[in-house]
């Protein structure tokens, strides 16, 4: 069953292949439009208008905070009740660092604040930060998708992996619209959410 999108499909598998068009394509607009240049590095709402920008034509809940609870595999995001304060959290971290950015970088992914399309929004979110406090970016083309994933999944335990991985990917192609695209591409999407009341937590 598909998530209820303003294109009335109801195939996920078609959705998702729509979803990828049509994102990469405001994407791609996003970046040569000069649009992320605008926005505040590090802040939520910053994250916000990305995610709007990508899906505003495809879901009606594009920009706005998830209501329901969400789990991937047997990790479980942070709950709705305390999604708010997290994101203010998050607003406040430090981020002049490599070290400090990844850790933000991991706690929006644990916040996951949209029902879908965080994990593209937030890597553009992410090279976002690194470009505009240590004029880097992530080639995407040089992180292992296995490695990645992984990666990301222990991340709230142990982040030494996610650093490594990504501390590796650093270049300084920071205006190549080939190297930010890759960010984008399907092979990194977190899929497979769940979503549960709140009473089954």
């Known amino acids: 069953m598909a998530l209820e999108n303003l294109l009335g499909i109801t195939d996920s598998a078609e959705l ?10 405001k994407a791609a607009e996003m970046f040569e439009s000069g649009f992320l240049d605008k926005l505040k590095a590090g802040k939520y709402n910053s994250l916000a208008e990305i995610h709007k920008y990508l899906f505003s034509e495809i879901y009606e809940f594009a ?26 959290n998050i607003d406040n971290m430090p981020q002049s660092t490599f070290d400090e950015i990844i850790e933000k970088y991991v706690e929006m992914n644990v916040a996951h604040p949209f029902r879908e399309g965080n ?3 937030t890597r553009i979110w992410l090279d976002l930060i690194l470009k505009k406090e240590l004029g880097k970016v992530i080639d995407w083309s040089k992180v292992d998708k296995d490695d990645y994933l992984l990666a990301m999944e222990r991340s709230p335990i142990k982040d030494i992996e996610i650093k490594h991985i990504l501390k590796n990917a650093l270049t300084d192609r920071i205006n190549d619209r080939e190297t930010y695209m890759k960010g ?12 549960f009341k709140t009473d089954e937590l």
């Open 119 to 121: 994990g593209r929004s």
């Open 16 to 25: 998702a292949r729509v979803e990828e068009k049509i994102s990469k394509k």
């Open 63 to 88: 920009r706005k905070l998830r209501t329901v609870n969400i789990a991937k595999s047997n990790f479980r995001f942070v709950p709705v009740m305390y999604l708010e304060t997290a994101l203010q």
């Open 184 to 195: 984008i591409d399907n092979s990194y999407y977190y899929e497979g959410y769940t979503s």
